[in-house]
């Protein structure tokens, strides 16, 4: 047998002085065991023990078989093929590790390594692996904007090829197809120089095509896709595309009305996150959450250096900007904080921009979500960084503030003459709301300040007198701003943009020595006060703690408190501080054992354990109960967001493991989870468990949505009463779920598995979530679907949908109706909706229904209309009963004759009137025809002249005629009684008559 290989191929490049990190020694390993099956074996014998080893060990045997992939170009093949014989999984242990590979490590790749990975994503996608678009939306990320090496260049047409030979399978997954539009839309901004144009073409080409043939899955991109779209409009297809959306938007979707359409729509954070790199996401997170203001200068000279130092990389800034606005937004403990605040990042972005026209782009980019704010659906926090930007610009850098006041007081009549009111109105709605929020206190120190030139003042105060000062010297809060120019606008450690270091002055005199200091200096100067608060014995062990921050390390520390107790604010901020330096909880979509092993090693579990432990004892009670007042004083503080959801996470990772561990079947049963712990927390913490699970379900959405997934059907089987139509925690899942996310919780209720809903007062959670994004609420409707929730739940609220602001939801509503039959109380809450020319619900349901069960929709409305005239009804029929509809009941007559009039033109535009022929139509007709007012008789006058007129009562001549009509009549007229139920017994006399009609037709 060949001896196994001591030196492995590598999959990263690694300098003389890197040590291996845990992640390559872990491959290096995988790949040795691999060998050592392979080596001297016959390709059965070779086969048959790499299915013996996967049945016990199939994590290390496929991890090994990928880095063979991955840097052994020549038995790739061969390799690839004997991994998806012997995958227990369908390649998803491979998916995960080589997803997580890309986000951390794939800057770090060898070239074979890069060209590997390219040739494995091919083949899976041909062999259509379950999971692989997970992986190429990773590797999406690191084609980056703003630059144009042969590197990025040789990835961005590499997977450019990929999708267009493998189209066909990109059409099954819509969101990857907005994320690929949004990708190419903005690298080929960047693709303008001559011995790229072949690659630009190529990427015109396919992102036209992609546009045009899937336009209703790119709407989804909102606005920032306008803006993409604004910087290629000069090429030539493009140009033809702006034609076409401006023009003939119905060629492009049905549902396009025109631009504003995508404008009033927010873009989703995943695209505004996908344009950076992982890598500059983390530095940019980094920046913005841990690096204290006096402290950040040198890591903005760094990032400036690494990744803005070229003229293309310019057109970076406004990618970083939206990522900065739209997605990074801190936490009150954190604007509260002395982090440095993102208007000091973005105003530094700007002031160190070198191109003209990326700095255009960058204050469009600051401003965009500026000029459609609608309050109702749009964050303030992506509105707060650009007027921080202005008014703390406006004592150190005049000139910045006045050049973002010019460019917004020229953006309104300019960005698109034929909405300059409605860019006026949206930022209007964003100067209100900031006042309102108080994120500003009164713009008038901002808009007249004798800093800005006096033609800038004029066109300020001309575009935005309702914010400036008034007749009064009353600013547009109310507050007299006589002097505000010589008050000062903050402390002397006021943060300020990098390049302003004359004018920076600390009043910390310590803290000034920082500013070359490494970051991890910094924090341990910060550490001896945290170990300070501590009792003497426990100091030593502190600092231990805030090094390694492990579950062993918090254990040691717990196990030596004993009398004197520390206190728990002084715990409270250590384990704070060891949590918050260390990497965040996050899964993979299916974690394994060995990733929940690494999750729990971090300093919260170990409390959690300690609290769950079966110790007793005088000394143990003491800790429990000062680890109970450190969560209380971490909740109250507001200083660690992710202690509910990481005890969830406990509870359910304990719980999986005694059920693991339990053989017996019926014992397994028995394996309670410990819910209980959960709301002895709660109550600590002086939450309810509903509001606890709302909150903590809220921050781990921000923390990870693949965690989130993971504990949702553990959550809402063993907190059903609490969480069941809980509307937070529901917009909280649904704002993080991506398709595949949603596809699983969608068969998790098929399975029985999960169980989100109950039919109580289910109206009031869809009426709440009206206003959701339209992905969310398409989450939420498939949610729906998919638990059964009958068309009866939500009857109420079809008369409130409109068709214009609530399309999702009606939509959804409507192709629940087709799945049912007509029913009197659905057509009823059908003709309550408004009447609108527009609005084709009511005709769609009906005409649907009419092919199968004309008969039972023409005696509904019938009986509806006829309804609508109680006075024509004999007293002796009325009687009150539970499905009655006392005569004012809605709809009023004007609703019912409005509906059916829009009934009629469709048929007549059909030219099929058989619905208004049928006899208990042409009956409800001639009463409608007999009993309405002059001026209903002139306004629906069509379609009362298709009663016939032979047919009518007497000469119209009384009521007491007509409600001593025949006995068709008297069913017609006895509404009180039967009108409205669910089931409509048809005289057999009817048909009859029916069926003479017709033929003498």
């Not at 960084?385 to 850098?397: F, N, T």
């Not at 402390?491 to 943009?497: K, L």
């Not at 509806?864 to 005569?887: F, M, Q, V």
Request: charged share 25%; with cysteine; proline share 5%.
């Amino acid at each position: 047998m060949e001896p196994i290989k001591s030196n492995p191929p590598r999959l990263f490049v690694c300098t003389a002085i890197e040590n291996k990190d845990e992640v390559e020694e872990r491959y290096e390993k995988a790949y040795n065991y691999f060998q050592s099956l392979v080596a001297e074996h016959s390709e059965k014998e070779a086969h048959d023990a790499l299915n013996n080893a996967a049945c016990k060990n199939h994590e290390d045997v496929s991890l090994g078989m990928l880095m063979s992939i991955l840097t052994e170009p020549h038995n790739a093949i061969k390799c690839y093929r004997d991994l998806t014989l012997i995958t227990r999984d369908g390649l998803t242990c491979v998916l995960n590790n080589l997803s997580n590979l890309i986000l951390e490590r794939y800057l770090k790749f060898h070239d074979i390594t890069r060209n590997q990975l390219l040739w494995l994503i091919k083949e899976m996608i041909r062999n259509a692996v379950n999971g692989v678009d997970s992986v190429c939306w990773n590797l999406m990320r690191y084609a980056s904007g703003g630059d144009i090496t042969p590197k990025n260049i040789q990835l961005v047409e590499s997977l450019l090829d990929i999708y267009i030979e493998n189209r066909a399978w990109l059409d099954k997954f819509p969101v990857l197809i907005c994320m690929v539009v949004y990708t190419y839309l903005r690298l080929i901004e960047d693709h303008n120089i001559p011995q790229l144009m072949n690659l630009r073409q190529k990427e015109v080409n396919f992102v036209i095509t992609l546009i045009r043939e899937r336009f209703s899955d790119v709407l989804t991109l909102g606005r920032d896709l306008v803006r993409l779209l604004q910087n290629v409009a000069r090429i030539p297809e493009f140009n033809q595309l702006w034609q076409d959306i401006f023009m003939n938007p119905k060629s492009l979707c049905p549902t396009f009305t025109n631009v504003l359409q995508l404008l009033q729509t927010r873009t989703s954070r995943r695209y505004l996150q996908s344009r950076l790199t992982p890598d500059m996401e983390r530095k940019l997170v980094f920046l913005t959450s841990q690096v204290r203001f006096g402290h950040h200068k040198k890591y903005q000279e760094w990032f400036q250096r690494q990744y803005l130092a070229t003229p293309e990389s310019q057109s970076l800034r406004s990618d970083m900007i939206r990522f900065i606005v739209g997605v990074i937004h801190p936490t009150n403990e954190l604007l509260c904080s002395d982090i440095i605040p993102r208007w000091a990042v973005i105003g530094w972005l700007l002031t160190t921009c070198t191109s003209n026209v990326a700095a255009s782009n960058a204050k469009l980019a600051l401003f965009y979500d500026w000029l459609f704010y609608d309050p109702e659906k749009d964050n303030i926090m992506n509105i707060e960084p650009a007027i921080l930007v202005m008014h703390h610009s406006m004592r150190s850098h005049p000139a910045v503030t006045a050049t973002l006041l010019d460019f917004l007081c020229r953006i309104i009549p300019n960005f698109y003459p034929p909405f300059a009111d409605k860019v006026r109105q949206g930022i209007f709605n964003s100067l209100q709301q900031i006042i309102e929020k108080r994120v500003l206190p009164n713009l008038h120190p901002l808009f007249d300040s004798p800093k800005l030139d006096r033609e800038l003042r004029t066109t300020v105060r001309d575009t935005f007198k309702e914010f400036c000062t008034n007749g009064n010297g009353e600013g547009v809060s109310g507050l007299r701003d006589e002097g505000s120019e010589d008050l000062p606008r903050g402390g002397p450690d006021e943060p300020a943009f990098s390049d302003d270091e004359d004018e920076v002055a600390p009043n910390i005199a310590e803290d000034t020595d920082d500013d070359d200091l490494p970051l991890s200096e910094v924090r341990a100067r910060e550490r001896p006060e945290l170990a300070a608060a501590l009792p003497l014995v426990l100091r030593p062990l502190a600092e231990t703690l805030l090094d390694e921050r492990t579950s062993a390390a918090a254990t040691a520390l717990i196990n030596a408190c004993s009398a004197p107790m520390p206190t728990a604010a002084a715990l409270a901020d250590l384990f704070a501080a060891a949590v918050q330096e260390g990497p965040p909880l996050r899964i993979t979509r299916n974690p394994t054992q060995a990733e929940l092993d690494v999750a729990l090693n971090t300093p919260l579990f170990a409390m959690f354990s300690y609290i769950m432990g079966s110790g007793s004892g005088h000394d143990v009670e003491l800790r429990r109960k000062l680890i109970w007042e450190t969560f209380k004083e971490i909740h109250s503080q507001n200083i660690l967001h992710s202690v509910g959801f990481s005890l969830l996470f406990y509870l359910k990772v304990c719980y999986d493991r005694e059920r693991s561990a339990e053989r017996d079947a019926a014992k397994r049963k028995n394996v309670k989870f410990k819910a209980d712990v959960y709301r002895e927390y709660c109550s600590n913490i002086e939450l309810k468990v509903a509001d606890g699970l709302a909150y903590d379900f809220e921050r781990c959405q921000e923390n990870d949505a693949n965690l989130l997934v993971w504990l949702i059907p553990d959550v809402y089987r063993e907190f059903k009463d609490y969480s069941q139509n809980h509307i937070r925690m529901l917009h909280a899942i649904v704002m993080a779920l991506d398709a595949g996310q949603l596809q699983r919780l969608v068969s998790l209720t098929l399975q029985g598995i999960l169980m989100m809903f109950k039919s109580d007062d289910i109206t009031t959670m869809i009426s709440t979530s009206l206003g959701w994004e339209t992905f969310e609420q398409y989450c939420l409707w498939q949610l729906l679907t998919a638990h059964d929730i009958s068309v009866e739940d939500v009857l109420p609220i079809i008369p409130k949908l409109s068709h214009k602001d609530h399309s999702e939801a009606l939509t959804s509503v409507l192709l629940m109706l087709k799945q049912e039959k007509p029913v009197a109380e659905v057509v009823r809450q059908l003709f309550c909706r408004p009447v609108d020319n527009e609005d084709k619900t009511v005709v769609a349901a009906l005409m649907y229904w009419c092919q199968d069960y004309e008969d039972k929709v023409a005696d509904l409305v019938a009986i509806l209309l006829s309804t609508r005239y109680p006075g024509t009804s004999p007293n002796k029929r009325k009687r009150s009963g539970k499905h009655s509809i006392p005569p004012n009941a809605p709809p009023s007559v004007e609703s019912v004759l409005g509906h059916l009039e829009m009934l009629r033109v469709h048929c007549v535009n059909q030219n099929d009137m058989s619905i208004f022929n049928l006899e208990c139509m042409q009956k409800a007709l001639q009463l409608a025809q007999s009993n309405s007012t002059d001026s209903l008789r002139r306004q629906y006058n069509e379609l009362l002249a298709l009663a016939w007129e032979d047919e009518l009562p007497i000469s119209r001549r009384a009521r007491k005629l007509v409600a001593s009509a025949t006995p068709a009549n008297q069913n017609l007229h006895s509404s009180n009684e039967d009108s409205e139920d669910d089931e409509i017994v048809k005289p057999k006399q009817g048909k009859r008559r029916k069926k003479a009609i017709s033929d003498s037709d």
